[in-house]
């Protein structure tokens, strides 16, 4: 999905303090970790992944255990990593590809078909992930999922309590039917920008295919998005977490991930904001970050450890712990701190989940026709 770096800026507070820090963090992650005894330190592994996707102590662990030194570089956004894909000799072994990069890196030829005997933790993972995460690579040849999200409404409870009373806030409805969204206009609203996530979410509320490629569909689509044009206060896809938790908007459509952050957020700066986030009940979109090897890796075999022990799901836990977004390792749910596994944005109900869709958008002319219809959109014309 296309997001931004603070995507993934999802965790404690030990964890944000180091983001902030970013600089030291990087550092942190390159410095060799003392290996255990008869290890020489001559093997390592580059990996390309978000600034945050991984807890810096399971990389050091990794290097505890197997004497192989992790270089983590981070990418601020999926047109960042593509940029650099492309460029090619990129020196990179692992890769944390969101699904629809992920697509078109397969298409490109850039990726190793994996060799799941390498993996033996693979078989830790979730089945109905691993569904979902073939409509982008069919039969999960060449990555494993490491972290999922779910796209849908944030919102701030007070304000919209105010304006909706109890009326459950569980559709898409609030978003779609301007009689509703604009009850919400003074208090303000942020919307993903991002063509590839909203138009999927619109013809699937429309019951059409999610995935559709047909431009009167596309259109029908851009029309219910232009219908809160008026209302919307900003497009923007890095900075709503903040702008809920500091209460400068009620409403975002965006990711749960930022909806956990900015409740997080709210929580740790005591200003009586509480802040929730809803998967609304027509489904919705599922966002699927991937580990994948490159091609040109110039250190497979390493590349293959880093993502097996990545998979063990005692370590997949401690990500989703830091992170706090939801693990493709089914296994490591039970390991993960009750108040992450049991928070519905973070792990749906068996209902939300089941109406979970992945939707490439992996026609040319179609994403061709979506993006200029967005920029439409927006320009209010």
């Not at 699904?99 to 060799?115: H, N, S, T, Y």
């Not at 938790?245 to 991930?257: K, P, T």
């Not at 900015?262 to 802040?275: L, Y």
Request: aromatic content about 10%; overall charge neutral; glycine content about 6%.
């Amino acid at each position: 999905m296309s997001r931004k770096a603070s995507s993934k800026q999802l965790q404690s507070s030990f964890v944000i303090a180091a983001r902030r820090a970013a600089a030291l963090w990087v550092v942190a992650l390159c410095a060799v970790w003392p290996p255990a005894p008869g290890f020489a330190l001559e093997k390592s592994v580059s990996v390309f992944g978000w600034s945050d996707a991984v807890d810096p102590a399971v990389l050091r662990d990794f290097t505890k255990e197997t004497g192989v030194r992790v270089f983590y570089d981070a990418y601020a956004s999926e047109e960042a990593l593509e940029a650099r894909l492309a460029a090619g000799d990129s020196g990179y072994d692992v890769a944390i590809l969101p699904g629809p990069v992920l697509q078109r890196q397969i298409a490109a030829g850039g990726l190793l078909k994996l060799d799941k005997a390498k993996l033996p933790h693979a078989a830790s993972l979730w089945p109905e992930i691993a569904t979902l995460l073939s409509a982008y690579d069919r039969g999960n040849q060449y990555a494993a999922n490491y972290l999922w999200s779910t796209a849908g409404v944030a919102y701030n409870v007070e304000e919209a309590r105010a304006r909706l009373g109890e009326a459950p806030l569980n559709s898409w409805d609030v978003v779609f039917k301007p009689e509703i969204l604009k009850k919400f206009a003074d208090c303000g609203i942020y919307v993903l920008d991002s063509p590839q996530d909203l138009f999927p979410i619109a013809l699937n509320y429309l019951r059409l295919n999610p995935a559709g490629k047909s431009q009167a569909d596309l259109k029908r689509a851009a029309d219910l998005l232009g219908g809160m044009r008026r209302y919307v206060k900003k497009y923007t896809s890095a900075d709503y977490a903040d702008a809920l938790a500091n209460g400068d908007i009620c409403l975002a459509v965006g990711w749960s991930g930022e909806s956990v952050q900015a409740r997080n957020r709210a929580k740790e700066a005591d200003n009586q904001i509480d802040v929730d986030f809803v998967a609304p009940k027509e489904g919705t979109l599922i966002a699927l970050d991937n580990l994948a090897i490159l091609k040109d890796a110039p250190h497979p075999s390493e590349a293959y450890a880093l993502i097996d022990f990545l998979l063990r799901p005692e370590n997949a836990a401690r990500n989703t712990n830091a992170t706090r977004l939801a693990s493709g390792v089914l296994e490591a749910k039970s390991l993960i701190k009750r108040e992450i596994s049991d928070l519905k944005a973070t792990y749906p109900d068996p209902q939300s989940f089941s109406r979970l869709f992945a939707a490439p958008m992996s026609d040319a002319a179609a994403r061709a026709f979506a993006a200029r219809e967005w920029m439409k959109i927006k320009s209010g014309k």
